[in-house]
C-alpha cells in the first residue's frame, strides 16, 4: 500500500513537472513571438492609448457639461424645503400688567409670560424663481457653446498632432530596417564574393592577397550590421512609446516604404494649398474659435453693468399641535425682484480689462500662426518638389549602380578586374539605395505634414466620447 502511495505521488509529480514545463514552453514561444504592425494599426493604437489625447476628450465632455449648466441659468429654479421643530420648552413672550385680563379674571399687575408654541410644529415651503432678463446669463449660454466648439477643434488638433507623431515614427522605423537589410544584403555579398575568391585561392589562381582582403572586407560589416540593427530597434521602441506600447513587446513592421505613394498631386492641389490652408488649418480655427470666447468673456463681464429682473413666487403651509394632529395655515406669494449693481470697488472694470487683454493676446497668437503656417506649407511644397525631382534622378542612379556592380563581378571573374573594383561598385550601389530610401522618407514625411496641416486626419480618425 506504501509502495502504490509512492508511484502515486511520482505519477502526481510527473504531471505537474510536465504541467511546468508546458507553460514555460508558452512563455518562451510568446516572448519570441513578434506582432505584425501595420501603420494602421500603429495609428489605432496611439489613437486608443495617449494619455495626451484622453485628457483632451475630458475637456470636451467637461465643456459639454458647461453648456448644459449655461443653459440651466435660464431655466425656472424650484425649491422645497420642510422642518419638523420639538419644543423642548415653549415659545413665549411677555404681556405687561392691565393689556389683558389675568386668569383669575382680574387685571393690573407686574404682567406675565405667555406660552406662543405647541409641543410640535412643522413647515413645508416652496420656491420658484424664473429669470426674465439677465444679460450675463444669455451671454453665458453663447460663450459655453463656442468653448465647446473650441474644446472640440483642440482635440482635432491632438489628433492631428499625435497621427503625425506616429506615421513619422513608423516611417524612421522603416527606414532603419531597410537600411538595414541592404547592409545585411551586401555583407551576404561579400561572403558569397569570400567564399568564391578561397575556392579560386585553394585552386592556385589568386594570390593570397586578394583572399585576406575579402575576409576583412566581410568583417568590416559586422560593426555596421551592428550599428543598423540598433538604430532600428532604437525607431522601433520609439514607436512603441507613441502607441503606447509595453517596451519588452517584440513588434514588426509589416509596410515597406516602396508601398506608399509617390505622387500624390491627384489629392492635393498644390497651387491652392496656400490659400486652402488657412482656412482648414485645425490650430488655426480654434484659435479663431478662441477669439469667440474671449468676446463672450468680455460681454459677460460687461453684463455686470446691466440690471437684471427675475420673477419669484412661494408658497407655504404652517401647522402646530400637541398631539401630532396639525392643524394647518398655508401662505402663497408671488413678485418681481430688479437688482443692479451700482459700485463694487471697480472689480468689473478690472474684470472686463482682464478679457481685453486676453483677446489682443489670442489674436496676436493667432497672427503669429497665420505667418508660420505660410512658411510652412511654402517650405513643404518646395521639399515635394524637390524629393520627386531626387527620386526620379536617384532611379538612374541605382540602375547605373546596379550596372556597375554587375560588371565589376565580370571583371574579376574574367581576370581583368580587381576585388577593389568590387568592394566599391557594392558601396556605390548601397549607398545609392539609401540614398532613395531618405529621400522616399523625405517625401512621405512632408505629405504626413502637410495632412497633419491641412487636418485631414481629425477628420478621418473621429474619436468617440
Partial sequence: MIKNKIEGRKMNYG?????????????????????????????????????????????????????????????????????????????????????FPNPDGSTGGPGRFIDASSDNA????????????????????????????????????????????????????????????????????????????????????????????????VENFAPQLISAENEYESAKNNLKVIMGMEPQVKIDLTDQLNSFKDDYSDEYKIEEIEDQILLV?????????????????????????????SAFGNYSLQGQSNDFNFPTASTSQVGLRFKMNLFSGLQTNARVEKAELDLKKTKTQTELVELSLKSQVKNLVKRIQSSQKQLEANTRNISQAQRGYDISKIRYEEGIGSLLEINDSDLALRTAKINNLRTKFELLISYAQLDQLLGNYSDKYRIAK
Fill in 15 to 99: 504531471k505537474s513537472l510536465n504541467a511546468l514545463l508546458a507553460i514555460m514552453l508558452f512563455a518562451t514561444i510568446n516572448t519570441f513571438a513578434q506582432e505584425k504592425v501595420s501603420l494602421d494599426d500603429a495609428i489605432k493604437l496611439a489613437l486608443e492609448n495617449n494619455k495626451q489625447l484622453k485628457s483632451a476628450l475630458y475637456d470636451v465632455n467637461k465643456a459639454e457639461a458647461d453648456v448644459d449648466e449655461a443653459y440651466g441659468h435660464a431655466l425656472p429654479t424650484v425649491d422645497l424645503s420642510a422642518n419638523y421643530t420639538r419644543y423642548l420648552e415653549p415659545m413665549r413672550f411677555f404681556i405687561s400688567g392691565g393689556l
Fill in 281 to 309: 488649418n485645425p490650430q488655426l480655427s480654434a484659435l479663431n474659435m478662441q477669439e469667440e470666447v474671449n468676446k463672450d468673456f468680455i460681454a459677460v463681464y460687461e453684463s455686470e453693468y446691466l440690471p437684471t429682473l
Fill in 122 to 217: 412643522i413647515d413645508a415651503r416652496i420656491d420658484v424663481s424664473q429669470t426674465i432678463f439677465n444679460s450675463a446669463v444669455f451671454r453665458s449660454i453663447s460663450g459655453a457653446d463656442n468653448y465647446y466648439d473650441a474644446a472640440k477643434l483642440n482635440m482635432n488638433v491632438k489628433v492631428d498632432e499625435l497621427v503625425f507623431n506616429v506615421k513619422s515614427a513608423y516611417m524612421q522605423a522603416l527606414l532603419q530596417k531597410e537600411s538595414y537589410e541592404l547592409v545585411k544584403a551586401s555583407k551576404t555579398n561579400a561572403e558569397t564574393s569570400f567564399k568564391d575568391i578561397k575556392t579560386l585561392f585553394d585552386e592556385g589562381l589568386i594570390g593570397e592577397y586578394d583572399m585576406i582582403r575579402a575576409e576583412v572586407q
